[in-house]
């Protein structure tokens, strides 16, 4: 029985799948389909094997999970018929792949079969091993391919090659043994043997030195050779392409040239003539002779400098970039790219051309494009280009739009010459892509914006046009909003004004107004808004008149249901209405940003805010993952003497400095978040510097001490109880407490689960850690453990940090520690609760590694064990 | 040569052959192929062959209704791909002469071992159309 002619119901499957209107019916026809078939494995039905196999591999390439026959190959492949055996392998190749334990099984039958005396089979096995043999694998079988690349059939050898490849990035040790093998496949005739013999050489050097020096020495002039053969040959009909003798072997022979030339002197001068010969006789009016040059550039790209060469490359090129045929402009982008690094002044030569290929209306091109225009600027050509590339981003697509004002900015960035341009670019970007740009950008505009004094007044008044003209654009709408709260006075004023500008009539109210507006727009996110009431509250003081007024549109955000908005709202308007007399001394111009912290802030942003998260997220009591200084720098009275504002609590700078914090944290607990920060703004007034100090209880305690240094306590003592959240200066003992609470209060509620005794998991000199288990009757698998700590030393613990690691089938969830700090000698102790959800309850006892960190005279102190003498049945 | 997976896909978008030589799950699959499928069908006649996708360079050409899709590692030259993918179509046009989406579709398996003559793990084994036919020539004079 033959499974290809007679397969009567796989035909009858592919015609029912065709018929198929919806998918819902497709996957209907898919699962009777993979029923009948399961059924038919289980029954250990033969006769239809192969046929099962044809439809799985159909229903397979649908996209439907077929795992359930991947038995079924292995049994196709050990069978004996050729049919059988052939589409097994198929099989096997499509269906499984080297993860699967079941491959481990097919290792004997394949083994059997590269043994075969059928030439064919031979193949078949080599085939599927060079496409998904796993390391074991190799290592078993490696002898066998490398008997089999000195076969006597060319068709068999070219598998083995390939085979070979295969082996050697798996087991990269095996590749001495495959060396010798490897250049005698280079003296071969047969066009198969010799384009994957080449492959297998350069994989070689790829992955062993000595390959490479091999190679290098023995063989280049070999290769050389086969090449300078192969242009020379005459017609040949079966390879031919376009009038060229097997382009594909072409381009594998000058790859492996470049990988010998590259970084050697004496391999390059060897092949230099050759190279030169196929750069100028290969035709250029086919696909096939340009994908040869193309490739032929590279390699002169890569080996040793020969300068007449090069000319010749970077000739192709330019020919390349005025094609009219677009596959060819795109390769031709794509190879200027990496020759930039080589001789970037020929680059440059094209760039009015590559300019024009960034506005093609090929998204592929436009890409390339972008990118070289990207490697190509440097300080003397930024502004032209510059201009060009915002030019166009008015007409450019709006898919376009994001990566194009990404590389702008960056430009920008990286090459401005003086701020005034930086500025103006920025700021004509922002009216044609604000909503393309990241968030970065603007806060390193405002930035800057910050340290050009006598470019305030120009500043604000172009983004007061822009706003008047458009509010569409949010990151223009926030950087205008936070320079007019800034520089208010400057605009109504006509403060330093440069020649360049007209001048323009602003009253006060009209300041307001365009606040107004921004505020109310539709289009303004929580942050912006946030943003305007801060901006508002500035106008209020630089302004008198506009008091009133400012009050009323505060008064409307009173009940605002954004907590941020609300609160701000509320804060401001206790502001204007009983503390006058601090209010000009609040709402001061913000001091000049530190451009040297905030960059180096965004280099080193990343690890920054990791450390300092696991830092501030222990040390609030009320887990809230954050920095300790939001909204302070703001409202910041002393600290104009300092010039940065000094948190060292990491986090993104300009939150703090916008007094922006909105990121959606995933913090539970938003009432307590907002009443520690309402208090640390308010208390900070006193003592910024304090500050440095990420943790809450211990700002508090300074505060409350420094009490006599800062004249205006008394004031900032009333002041913290306006807001709803936040009764008392104590408040920190509350919410502590309620934590304490909470976790006192859970025992109980489980009281009816099973009782555990409490064990000591940890003890060292200094430390001792008790554990506490409770369970609820509902769930048996989760698990509440208390720990405490309790200091055993004389010195106290600050910064103290506990970490907990659980074996895979454990999920643990680590709830915040009462405290950071831990007294001495036992006069007080940290509770921390976790919860533990075992998912093989009764099977497998709990199991953890623990870490302790924490401060002792001014020492870090790492403690680490393993628990796992836990109760069992926890 | 690094080929990291072949693709034919009809007007409709839907796939009538996948190869893939490297591991990816079934979901990954019908992601990856959804994504690039309307990537490439958008594109017109006269914009290029090439669309970069992920990390991912495809190259794609159409024969009548069918498109032939070839992911490629980024530093791969694009043009010879387009003429393997020529040679793949001339191939399959000698065995099935003039190949159309239901030959693919009714003898998958068929087309399957020819491009397993052609590529075996990401890259070109053979050239020669007649050496690549031969042994499907030959099994089907067995049967």
Not at chain 1, 48 to 77: D, S, V
């Amino acid at each position: 029985m033959n499974p290809f002619s007679s397969g009567t119901r796989l035909r009858d499957m592919i015609r029912a799948i065709r018929a198929c209107k919806t998918a819902a019916e497709e996957r209907g026809v898919v699962r009777k389909e993979c029923a009948a078939i399961r059924s038919a494995i289980s029954e250990n039905d033969a006769d239809y094997r192969h046929r099962n196999m044809a439809k799985l591999m159909f229903i397979h390439m649908l996209g439907y999970p077929t795992h359930f026959g991947q038995m079924e190959c292995l049994k196709l492949i050990a069978s004996p018929g050729f049919p059988e055996k052939r589409i097994g392998y198929l099989g096997l190749m499509l269906l499984l792949d080297e993860r699967q334990e079941v491959l481990m099984l097919v290792t004997n039958s394949l083994k059997q079969d590269l043994n075969h005396t059928n030439q064919y089979i031979v193949g078949l096995a080599l085939c599927a091993l060079g496409n998904i043999c796993s390391a074991e694998m190799a290592r078993d079988l490696a002898p066998e391919v490398e008997r089999l690349l000195q076969f006597r059939d060319p068709n068999v050898r070219k598998k083995a090659a390939l085979c070979s490849i295969r082996i050697i990035k798996k087991v990269p040790d095996l590749a001495e043994n495959f060396i010798n093998p490897a250049a005698s496949l280079l003296k071969e005739k047969h066009h198969g043997v010799l384009i994957t013999g080449v492959q297998l050489c350069t994989d070689l050097c790829r992955i062993s030195e000595d390959a490479l020096e091999y190679f290098r020495k023995k063989c280049t002039d070999a290769v050389v050779k086969v090449l300078k053969d192969l242009v020379n040959s005459p017609y040949a009909p079966e390879y031919d392409v376009a009038g060229i003798t097997d382009p594909f072997l072409h381009i594998r022979l000058l790859r492996f040239l470049r990988v010998l030339g590259h970084g050697d002197a004496d391999a390059s001068d060897s092949m230099n003539d050759l190279l030169a010969q196929v750069a100028t006789k290969t035709e250029s009016n086919k696909n096939a002779g340009n994908a040869i040059l193309y490739e032929c550039v590279e390699t002169i790209m890569n080996i040793e400098d020969n300068s007449g060469l090069r000319v010749l490359a970077i000739n192709i090129l330019g020919r390349f970039l005025s094609n009219r045929d677009n596959n060819i402009r795109y390769v031709a982008l794509n190879m200027l790219t990496r020759a930039i690094n080589f001789d970037a002044q020929a680059v440059q030569r094209h760039r009015a051309t590559i300019l024009e290929c960034v506005k093609d209306s090929d998204a592929s091109i436009r890409k390339r494009a972008l990118e070289l225009v990207y490697l190509l600027v440097n300080e003397s050509n930024v502004k032209p280009l510059t201009k060009e590339l915002i030019d166009y981003l008015e007409i450019s697509d709006l898919d376009f739009k994001e990566d194009l004002t990404a590389k702008i900015c960056s430009i920008v960035d990286k090459f401005s010459p003086e701020k005034i341009w930086y500025i103006d670019q920025m700021l004509k970007v922002l009216c044609e892509a604000g909503n393309y740009v990241k968030d970065e950008v603007w806060h390193a505009l405002i930035v800057v914006i910050s340290n050009a004094p006598n470019l305030h007044g120009y500043t604000v008044r172009f983004l007061y046009r822009a706003l008047q003209a458009s509010t569409e654009q949010e990151t223009l709408v926030k950087v205008a909003v936070w320079c007019i709260g800034e520089y208010g006075d400057m605009l109504v004023n006509n403060v330093g004004m440069l020649d360049i500008e007209d001048p323009i009539t602003v009253t006060e109210s009209d300041a307001a107004d365009v606040i107004e507006i921004a505020i109310k727009s539709h289009n303004s996110d929580v942050t912006t808004r946030a943003m305007s009431l801060a901006a508002l509250l500035k106008l209020s003081s630089r302004f008198p008149g506009c008091s009133q007024r400012v009050k009323d549109i505060l008064v409307q955000y009173k009940g605002s249901l954004l907590l941020e908005l609300q609160q701000r709202a509320l804060e401001f308007n206790s502001i204007i209405e009983k503390h006058q007399n601090i209010r000009s001394a609040l709402v001061e111009r913000m001091p000049v940003l530190d451009e040297a912290t905030y960059s180096g802030r965004r280099a080193g942003s990343l690890p920054a805010a990791v450390s300092s998260s696991n830092v501030t997220s222990v040390n609030l009591p009320n887990g809230v993952s954050k920095p300790a200084a939001p909204l302070v720098d703001l409202l910041d009275l002393s600290s104009d003497d300092v010039p940065a504002p000094s948190s060292s609590g990491g986090g993104d700078f300009l939150h703090d400095l916008l007094g922006v914090d909105l990121a959606p944290s995933p913090s539970q607990s938003g009432t307590q978040k907002s009443g520690t920060d309402a208090l640390l703004d308010l208390l900070s007034i006193g003592s910024p510097t304090a500050m440095n100090n990420s943790s809450t209880p211990d700002i508090l305690s300074l505060n409350l001490e420094s009490k006599s240094s800062g004249g205006s306590l008394d004031r900032l003592s009333s002041i913290s109880s306006i807001p709803a959240q936040v009764s008392s200066p104590s408040v920190t003992s509350p919410i502590v407490d309620l934590l304490d609470g909470l976790s006192a209060s859970q025992p109980t509620i489980e009281a009816n689960g099973q009782q555990f005794p409490s064990m000591v998991a940890f003890e060292s000199s200094s430390l001792k850690m008790t554990f506490d288990f409770s369970k609820s009757a509902g769930s048996p698998q989760v698990t509440t453990v208390t720990a405490t700590f309790a200091n055993l030393s004389a010195n106290s613990y600050t910064d103290f940090l506990f970490q907990a690691a659980v074996p895979k089938f454990l999920q643990l969830h680590l709830d915040p520690a009462s405290s950071t700090t831990l007294p001495a000698s036992g006069n007080g102790s940290i509770i921390q609760t976790m919860r533990i959800t075992n998912s093989q309850h009764g099977k497998k006892p709990l199991a953890m590694r623990i870490r302790i960190g924490y401060k002792a005279n001014g020492k870090d102190v790492l403690e680490e064990g393993q628990i796992s003498n836990f109760p069992r049945n926890l | 040569m690094t080929i990291r997976f072949v693709l034919m896909v009809n007007k409709q978008g839907q796939t009538r052959l996948a190869q893939y030589y490297e591991y990816l799950t079934i979901d990954q699959r019908r992601a990856l192929e959804g994504e690039i499928v309307r990537k490439c069908l958008a594109r017109n006649e006269q914009q290029c062959s090439f669309v970069e996708h992920r990390n991912y360079k495809i190259v794609y050409r159409r024969y009548a209704s069918l498109f032939f899709l070839v992911g490629v590692d980024n530093d791969e030259n694009e043009l010879a791909i387009l003429e393997f993918i020529h040679l793949l179509v001339e191939t399959m046009d000698r065995h099935f002469g003039n190949v159309c989406e239901l030959d693919i579709m009714f003898h998958l398996e068929k087309a399957h071992f020819m491009l397993e003559e052609m590529v075996m793990n990401g890259c070109i084994v053979e050239t020669n159309k007649s050496n690549i036919l031969a042994p499907i020539q030959l099994m089907d004079k067995a049967s």
